[in-house]
């Protein structure tokens, strides 16, 4: 058996920075899981569907990895990354870390994870790795997957090795701090700003107010759009909130990581932001609590609501947005 020393689970939400987290503190900066994603500009908004999706898919962060390529590029951290096809390499280049006494990230799909408690493909999952035995791997993982964790070896190459949206070949990667540490606190206006560019200047209508506006249109129709509503809705709705997100698609996250900036910075475009995703993160819980109320009804008016809710949701974000942009 192989364990890294002196790793720490703590009962976060969210996979990327669970991850992140694990790593950053072996390496002696600790910070809080909202101030990690809000330095990672994390925040954003996806409505997307298509000819081949079963559902329409909503999403509320960055894509995945990004937010951790984002911290590494504004704290000046050394990230190291490897992919490859090999299933041999692939496990050289988590076992060489960690043999080092180094965790290691991986990005995979977890739905070939042995603890998993909801069998659903999603090749953007993050853990950290921090030991392993002749059978299994010791994993970190979000506090509503349990924690500290364990699969076994074979389930875990399956995971990294599974092809598909959102997927990498067997993507592990290491952080390293700089010699001379960057000031954390002076990073955060810019990856605010960052942040609230690209929400405002997407690039397409499915993409940041815009696209939670589209959202709005779309999800009224929902109940016909479903296979079967009684499923696919309250999933859904599950996803939302429930599903590795902090609550309220993210929102909750980011409220947090403002008020906590709030203590750091006089401004009062800062303590405007943290207001507007304070009431966003409670009417995304409403919009939430309304898709699951349609499926398990089959009443559309619970839809009509939550379009109405969506529409007050994309001014609420861009005002906060624009507000913050101008810090």
Not at 138 to 148: E, F, H, K, P, V
Request: glycine residues 10%; proline residues 5%; hydrophobic residues 40%.
């Amino acid at each position: 058996m192989t364990i890294v020393k002196d790793v720490e689970a703590r009962g976060t939400h969210h996979c990327e920075t669970t991850a992140l987290g694990v790593l950053l503190r072996h390496e002696g900066l600790d910070l809080p899981e909202p101030m990690l994603f809000g330095l990672g500009s994390g925040l954003s908004f996806v409505y997307w569907d298509g000819r081949n999706m079963a559902f329409p898919f909503l999403g509320g962060r960055v894509r995945p990895f990004e937010l951790t390529r984002n911290l590494a590029a504004r704290l000046g951290l050394t990230l190291t990354v490897a992919e490859t096809t090999s299933p041999r390499r692939a496990w050289e280049n988590v076992a060489a870390p960690i043999d080092a006494g180094r965790p290691v990230g991986l990005q995979l799909d977890c739905y070939h994870l042995d603890y998993f408690r909801s069998r659903v493909h999603f090749g953007g999952h993050v853990v950290a790795m921090y030991g392993y035995d002749e059978h299994d791997a010791y994993l970190i993982d979000t506090g509503q997957q349990g924690g500290a964790v364990r699969t076994g070896r074979a389930a875990l190459a399956m995971a990294r090795a599974e092809r598909g949206p959102m997927t990498a070949r067997n993507r592990s990667f290491t952080i390293a701090l700089p010699a001379h540490p960057l000031s954390w606190q002076k990073e955060i206006v810019p990856a605010i700003r960052d942040c609230a560019d690209a929400f405002l200047a997407a690039p397409i209508a499915n993409l940041g107010h815009r696209g939670i506006e589209k959202a709005g249109r779309q999800v009224p129709g929902w109940l016909l759009r479903a296979g079967e509503p009684r499923r696919d809705l309250p999933q859904a709705a599950l996803l939302m909130e429930k599903g590795g997100t902090g609550g309220a698609l993210f929102r909750a996250l980011y409220r947090d990581f403002l008020h906590e900036c709030t203590g750091l910075i006089d401004n009062d475009d800062l303590r405007t932001g943290h207001r507007l995703y304070a009431e966003a993160a409670v009417l995304w819980t409403d919009v939430s609590a309304l898709i699951a109320k349609a499926g398990e009804s089959g009443d559309a008016e619970h839809l009509e609501q939550a379009g109405a809710v969506l529409h007050d949701l994309s001014r609420v974000e861009e005002d906060a947005m624009r507000a913050l942009r101008r810090l």
